[in-house]
Structures are given as structure tokens and as C-alpha cells.
């Protein structure tokens, strides 16, 4: 890795980010093993902890505030416990709330349930989600629209962060993008396999499933990546920079008629994915704001997801980590 790299992580902070997308709410049950139930093949599991983070388009914005940033975040919650509780992990985290309630949806949680069995970390062995994926009911849509015009001329840049919760419509979007323009505000996306609705943004980021379902053939190495991402950033019209992500494989951008790809470092203590592509994103938002490339914010981006995975859950790094994990060898593999 060039020692420039080292050089980018400064220019991630104090950068303002309006975070908008489907909110959720983590929670995380451990339990020790300790036999299997006589009742069905499942282990039983004595209670030990139970914890709570914020997830879904808040993970985004506390990756944003890790990284040195400041993040504002605007979703939908249900007049419940769980709405409540977010909104005070949000406050805790340095995160600015723009939190609408609806009586009419329940707040998303997502509960994993956690076998502690001696290992670094615990092992998930089911998880129950609760929410909808009805779309917001209009007031609620107006309601966004409002806050984020208010809040626009205040940002660096905006980041649609889509969890296929009901929130980003393809109305809304489309008024979205409308008023980053003309603010001339940058507007990124991570879009979740559903590209016809961020068509037209100025970033785009995906994984390379999404990829490949949406072009409806297969990819198998750097070529097909970048002949895929240039596809995708052709045929949604957009503006800047198209960006699959690839796991170990690190990551394709294409932009402007370019494309790099961009190794990820070598981790070989991989523990959860969880949260990589939402601190993909973050990362390549705040330096994009930041005046970086997009092929130097992408490049980050995956050293920044090279920590997320040896941690379990939703983690967010620290510009510390960034740059320990660039001195001890970036690209060895």
C-alpha cells in the first residue's frame, strides 16, 4: 500500500454526512451452551448477556462518526420500546436524530440469538426479525422530504442507505436527488440489489451477487468485474462512480468510462461479515466529501472493511485502526 494512502485518513474528518434509509435496531442474545434439548435437535442455551446496536441505515451513520465524522441521521421508527431505545443509542453515539415516528409500522429489530461455546466469539444460531416492508405512507414520505430540504445546505454530502424497509420509494429518491442537485450536494447510495431506483445518483455501491443478478450473468474475475461495473454505471446513467464490492476479492469501480480493481488486504481471522458494506460505503462517502478519488476512497473503504470482519456484529474502525492496518501491510496477498 503507498505510504499516501496513510495520507487520505485526515481528510475523512469533519466532514457533515445526512444519512436517510431504513433504521434498525440490533440485538444480540447470548447464551451458554450446555446440552442438547430432549424436545428437538437444537441446543439449549443458559442466558448470559443481551445487548443492543444500532443497525440498518444507523450503522452507516456510526461509521461516520467513528471515522472522524459527523452524521445526521433520518428514518422511520414505531411509537415502541424498541424506537425509544434507538433513540437513545443514537444520542449516546454522537448522532444527530432526525428519527420520524409512525404509529402505524413497528420498529425493525433484528434479534440474533448467540451460542457461546468457548470459541473467540460466539457462534449465531438463529435470528428472528421483526418489521415490515410496506412503503412509508405518504405524510411519513412528505415528512422526509422536509427534513432533508431543511437539512441539506448544512451537509458535505448525503448517503441513501437501503435495507428494502418501506423508506426509500422510488418517489422519494427521486425528490432526494432533486435536492442534493441543486445544492450541488453529493448523493451515494448503497443500493441493496434494487438499482432502477437509485438510477441517475452520483455513487452507486452494490456486492457482487446484486451484480451479478441484476446484468443476469456470471462473474468470475477482474475483467468480468469491470466490464460489469461499467455496465451498470452505463445503464443507470451514473454520475460519478459505480462501485462492487467482492469481499476477500476487494472491490471494481468504474467511472467515467475507467475501471480499477482495488485488492482487499489479506485477513485471515475472518469472524462475521455483518456491517462490511454498510463501513464500505461510509468510508467511501467521507472521502469522497473529503476531496479523494474515487479510486483512493475505495481503497480505504477496504482496509476500513478488512477490520469490520474480525470483530463480530456491527463494528465500526476508528482512523487509528485505519492506519495501523495500512502500516502492517496492506496488499500482501
Not at 455501491?205 to 468485474?225: G, M, T, V, Y
Amino acid at each position: 500500500m503507498p505510504k499516501s494512502l496513510t495520507d487520505c485518513i485526515p481528510r475523512l474528518a469533519r466532514k457533515k454526512a445526512l444519512v436517510i434509509g431504513d433504521v434498525a435496531l440490533d440485538e444480540y442474545i447470548t447464551g451458554k451452551a450446555t446440552r442438547m434439548s430432549r424436545e428437538a435437535p437444537v441446543p439449549v442455551l443458559e442466558f448470559e448477556s443481551r445487548r443492543y446496536i444500532a443497525g440498518g441505515a444507523a450503522n452507516p451513520a456510526a461509521n461516520i462518526i467513528s471515522l472522524g465524522g459527523r452524521a445526521t441521521l433520518i428514518g422511520v421508527v414505531g411509537a415502541d420500546e424498541a424506537g425509544q431505545r434507538l433513540r437513545g443509542i443514537l444520542a449516546a453515539g454522537g448522532i444527530d436524530s432526525g428519527l420520524i415516528t409512525c404509529a402505524s409500522r413497528p420498529s425493525t429489530v433484528k434479534t440474533r440469538i448467540l451460542a457461546q461455546m468457548g470459541l473467540r466469539f460466539p457462534q449465531q444460531i438463529a435470528r428472528i426479525d421483526t418489521l415490515t416492508r410496506a412503503q412509508i405512507p405518504p405524510e411519513t414520505e412528505a415528512q422526509i422530504s422536509n427534513l432533508v430540504a431543511g437539512q441539506i445546505a448544512t451537509v458535505d454530502v448525503a448517503l441513501l442507505s437501503h435495507y428494502h424497509g418501506g423508506l426509500l420509494t422510488p418517489a422519494l429518491v427521486g425528490r432526494l436527488r432533486q435536492v442534493c442537485a441543486a445544492q450541488d450536494v453529493l448523493l451515494t447510495a448503497d443500493v441493496q440489489g434494487d438499482f432502477d431506483t437509485f438510477a441517475g445518483l452520483d455513487v452507486i455501491k452494490c456486492n457482487a451477487d446484486d451484480a451479478r443478478r441484476a446484468l443476469n450473468r456470471d462473474l468470475r474475475d477482474d475483467a468480468d468485474f469491470s466490464q460489469g461495473a461499467l455496465d451498470l454505471h452505463e445503464r443507470l446513467g451514473i454520475q460519478r462512480a459505480t462501485i462492487i464490492t467482492r469481499g476477500a476479492q476487494g472491490a471494481t469501480l468504474a467511472e467515467s468510462g475507467r475501471t480499477y480493481n482495488c485488492p482487499a488486504p489479506r485477513v485471515s481471522d475472518v469472524y462475521d461479515t455483518v456491517g462490511a458494506g454498510d463501513t464500505a460505503i461510509a468510508t467511501i462517502t467521507l472521502g469522497l466529501a473529503g476531496g479523494l478519488s474515487a479510486r483512493d476512497a475505495v481503497r480505504l473503504a477496504n482496509v476500513a472493511s478488512g477490520i469490520v470482519v474480525r470483530h463480530l456484529g456491527n463494528y465500526t474502525p476508528t482512523p487509528e485502526q485505519l492506519r495501523a492496518s495500512i502500516t502492517k501491510g496492506y496488499g500482501s496477498s
